[in-house]
């Protein structure tokens, strides 16, 4: 299973020649450097929430448009995008399978954000290797210790460094990917990544070091 990134926390999974896009948001394709052609062969699409750094409706639109693909969510996200003529399969709790994925829909809690109603927002386990707790640090997620790798947010205006590494090092995966940090400048990203690879290389614990557009790992 290959995982690429695609600024902040659009990502592309894919295996068997099967691909499927997660939350291809305003962030990524706020500066022209993605663009919805990139995506025209992907098989299927997850919105994990209506926030817009994690959903573009119009680009959204012009992706299913120009590949075909099946679009999957939950309730909340479904009805908002109704209204502009889009429909999708919903995938909110439980076990479901998507292409050669299996995928494991856990609804989790929103980390808390200054003025802002909490979203129904949807964590995912794929293949049972890689836990996408999205934008939570649920206490519930810990079930999961121990995992292969776990997609983290490692910047946001919910957290902090130290509530982030807190999560993780109880997590204990075997490595991280890190995502939600596509307002970040390069320097700030590399400073950042440094010392987070420093503090989890002592819980032996790979953090990835990944170029933020279109670089791969392998699970």
Do not use: W
């Not at 299973?1 to 999974?13: A, E, G, P, Q, R």
């Not at 908002?80 to 989790?108: D, H």
Request: aromatic fraction near 10%.
């Amino acid at each position: 299973m290959k995982i690429t990134k695609y600024l902040h926390s659009c990502l592309v999974f894919e295996q068997s020649d099967f691909k499927l896009l997660f939350d291809p948001g305003t962030f990524s394709f706020a500066e022209g450097t993605v663009t919805p052609e990139m995506f025209k062969d992907v098989d299927a699409v997850i919105i994990t929430h209506k926030h817009p750094d994690h959903i573009d409706p119009e680009n959204l639109k012009k992706i299913i448009d120009i590949s075909g693909a099946a679009l999957y969510t939950n309730s909340e996200v479904a009805a908002e995008i109704q209204k502009i003529g889009m429909n999708a399969e919903l995938i909110e709790e439980g076990n479901y399978t998507v292409g050669p994925f299996k995928l494991r829909a856990i609804p989790v809690v929103h980390e808390p954000l200054l003025d802002n109603p909490t979203p129904q927002m949807t964590a995912f386990v794929i293949n049972g290797k890689v836990l996408h707790p999205v934008d939570s640090f649920e206490e519930k997620l810990l079930e999961y210790k121990g995992i292969e790798l776990v997609i983290l947010p490692t910047m946001a205006p919910f957290t902090t460094e130290l509530k982030i590494a807190d999560f993780a090092d109880r997590l204990q995966p075997k490595r991280i990917l890190p995502v939600h940090d596509g307002f970040a400048k390069d320097f700030f990203l590399k400073q950042r990544y440094e010392n987070y690879t420093k503090h989890f290389k002592q819980k032996g614990i790979e953090f990835i070091n990944i170029k933020p557009l279109g670089d791969s790992v392998e699970v």
